[in-house]
């Protein structure tokens, strides 16, 4: 039976960046489907069956979510069809030999409008903010509080629906999680996500989702 530890061993840290690396070639793949009159469904079928074409299984029920079904952030797969000027989230992952992967990504279908535009950057600046301040050492809860504190400065706070990240590996949830309440401090080893989002509902919503290694000087970005 394989042990759960929050500090990745160097074989662990082998199988995850694997596992990360698959998940990223895949999207580069289907990326190519995303455009206007393709649905939601068959994105989400195409994923699954690269998946299992390399004979590895999912992380957990992949997510396909445009236009408003976007702001929703555990969003169940529809047959809607992509139109022009959608923003599109995409959110899946793979098991490899044991251990997940998780990686989203948020794609615009033309032009969005002004106010998803708007978050887009403010996500998109926010991970970056984040990954910058990920290191050994780092407390949890300053790291987050950092993040929010950018996000309110855009006074767009009442649009966060769900923590800045979770530990990734044998499991897809595992410790840490990152968020303001977790005072813990971050170790080299452990694995995370750093996915920051924005959900506004009836519009749509933006998220950007990297998995990272925690090191002793900053972190290595596994999904790019």
């Known amino acids: 039976m ?11 840290i082998r199988l995850i960046k694997r596992a990360a690396l698959i998940t990223k070639d895949i999207f580069e793949t289907i990326s190519r489907d995303l455009k206007p009159g393709a649905r939601e469904k068959d994105i989400a079928k195409k994923i699954e ?3 299992k074409k390399k004979k590895l299984k999912r992380s957990f029920k992949t997510i ?12 169940k797969l529809t047959n809607r069809i992509i139109r022009d000027n959608d923003i599109v989230v995409v959110d899946f992952g793979v098991v490899y030999k044991g251990y997940h992967s ?11 409008n002004r106010k998803l535009k708007k978050i887009y950057n403010v996500v998109k600046e926010a991970q970056i903010k984040a990954i ?3 290191k050994e050492g780092a407390r949890i809860s300053d790291l987050v509080k950092s993040v929010h504190d950018y996000i309110r400065s855009k006074k767009l706070k009442r649009y966060i629906l769900h923590s800045l990240g979770h530990g990734v590996g044998l499991k897809i949830h595992e410790a840490p999680k990152l968020s303001e309440k977790n ?11 750093i ?7 009836g519009i749509g919503g933006v ?18």
């Open 102 to 112: 998780d990686l989203t990504r948020t794609f615009i279908i033309g032009r969005i």
């Open 183 to 193: 005072k813990k401090v971050l170790r080299s080893g452990m694995v995370c996500t």
């Open 49 to 51: 069956y690269i998946i």
């Open 64 to 75: 396909v979510a445009s236009g408003p079904n976007a702001a929703k952030p555990h969003a």
């Open 195 to 201: 996915e920051p989002g924005l959900y506004i509902k």
């Open 132 to 134: 910058n301040k990920v």
């Open 207 to 224: 998220r950007i989702e990297d998995m990272v290694l925690v090191k002793k000087q900053g972190c290595e970005v596994l999904t790019r």
């Open 2 to 12: 394989k042990r759960l530890s929050i500090i990745k061993y160097n074989k662990e």
